[in-house]
């Protein structure tokens, strides 16, 4: 469980170490420039690049003026809860200090109870991997502490994470783009990916036969994403 301490540290802007739904993230409160700034410096992150954002809801997405048609609001009820952040326009010049001019953010609704009963009593938090920029992300509290010792306000320790990060998908003029496999499953043949294990076990068996794709497996696919 998190405790309430950690709740107060991250309303008055501190920021911490926590597992989130995928890996150790170093985690601040979205809406505090301060924590945002001070994550990038820990990090040693790229200034250019956006950080992921945890949510609780479909519903934070409006804080950030982020309009959804029918067609996308449907196709993120299949992927969350789960280990996919998914990345959405947000023209906003508000929120520059987190989109850093390319009015696009990657946000995720985590699949797991405690964190989001967090984010219900923070709001949204940005929330990295916890290593610098270009080194393996901490699988435990001991590892995070090798990177940023006592330099955040808080640690919890949720035992060794076994996994990666979350899978990660872009959604621009009404397309979407895989830039990270992740959650996702992936044919080896074809390249193409899948949200179901079975249907992208399917395609690998048909491509490794017959040197193509299925059509009518590729068109399932399309039709669980949509």
């Not at 979205?30 to 809801?57: D, E, T």
């Not at 519903?59 to 449907?74: E, P, S, V």
């Not at 797991?112 to 270009?134: F, M």
Request: aromatic share 10%.
């Amino acid at each position: 469980m998190i405790e309430t301490a950690v709740k107060e540290i991250l309303l008055n802007g501190g920021v911490g170490i926590l597992p989130t739904d995928t890996i150790y993230g170093i985690v601040g409160s979205a809406f505090s420039k301060k924590a945002v700034a001070r994550i990038y410096k820990l990090r040693k992150r790229n200034l250019k690049k956006p950080l992921i954002i945890l949510v609780s809801s479909l519903k934070d997405l409006n804080i950030f003026g982020i309009q959804l048609d029918a067609k996308i609001k449907n196709f993120l009820r299949k992927l969350w809860p789960g280990k996919i952040s998914i990345i959405l326009p947000c023209p906003d010049k508000k929120f520059y200090y987190l989109h850093r001019g390319t009015k696009f953010l990657a946000f995720r609704l985590p699949k797991k109870p405690d964190l989001i009963k967090l984010l219900k009593e923070t709001g949204p938090l940005v929330a990295p991997s916890a290593n610098w920029e270009g080194f393996p992300p901490a699988s435990t509290i001991k590892e995070a502490k090798r990177y940023f010792k006592n330099t955040v306000d808080f640690y919890v320790d949720g035992g060794k994470l076994i996994g990666g990060p979350s899978a990660l998908i872009q959604i621009k003029g009404g397309k979407i783009e895989v830039l990270r496999s992740g959650g996702f499953y992936k044919c080896n043949e074809c390249g193409f990916h899948y949200l179901n294990k079975r249907i992208a076990e399917k395609c690998e068996q048909w491509c490794k036969k017959n040197k193509s794709c299925n059509l009518e497996i590729t068109k399932e696919a399309v039709e669980n994403f949509f």
